[in-house]
Nanobody, 120 residues
Framework: QVQLAESGGGLVQAGGSLRLSCAAS????????MGWYRQVPGKQRELVAS???????VYKVSVEGRFTISRDNAKSTVYLQMNSLKPEDTAVYYC??????????????WGQGTQVTVSS
């Protein structure tokens, strides 16, 4: 069973930076697609950034150019570098791992989340 543990969240002023880390246990990290999601009360959880096992990345439009997702397979860790933070970035950020089994089925794991608060 894969377990994901997020860290690096906290309180930061607008314009500041944070780096989130997600450490994964287990042996399937290198073959998994990884993603960072965020959620605020009353809204749906949304994809912030994702990175495939091959290294391809996708970003939410509103964070493009400010956030960078990366992975270190040797350390079984995925990172989210967040720069130029805005109050609207405030949310609980979740780490996600996905491994496709069939074209219409896969295995998904979630971390417990880490709070990011950006003050204006």
């Amino acid at each position: 069973q894969v377990q994901l543990a997020e860290s690096g969240g906290g309180l930061v002023q607008a314009g500041g930076s944070l780096r989130l880390s997600c450490a994964a246990s287990g042996s399937i990290f290198s073959s998994s697609n990884m993603g960072w999601y965020r959620q605020v009360p009353g809204k749906q959880r949304e994809l912030v950034a994702s990175i495939t096992s091959a290294g391809s990345t996708v970003y939410k439009v509103s964070v493009e150019g400010r956030f960078t997702i990366s992975r270190d397979n040797a350390k079984s860790t995925v990172y989210l570098q967040m720069n130029s933070l805005k109050p609207e970035d405030t949310a609980v950020y979740y780490c996600n791992a996905y491994q496709r089994i069939r074209s219409d089925y896969g295995i998904e794991f979630w971390g417990q989340g880490t709070q990011v608060t950006v003050s204006s």
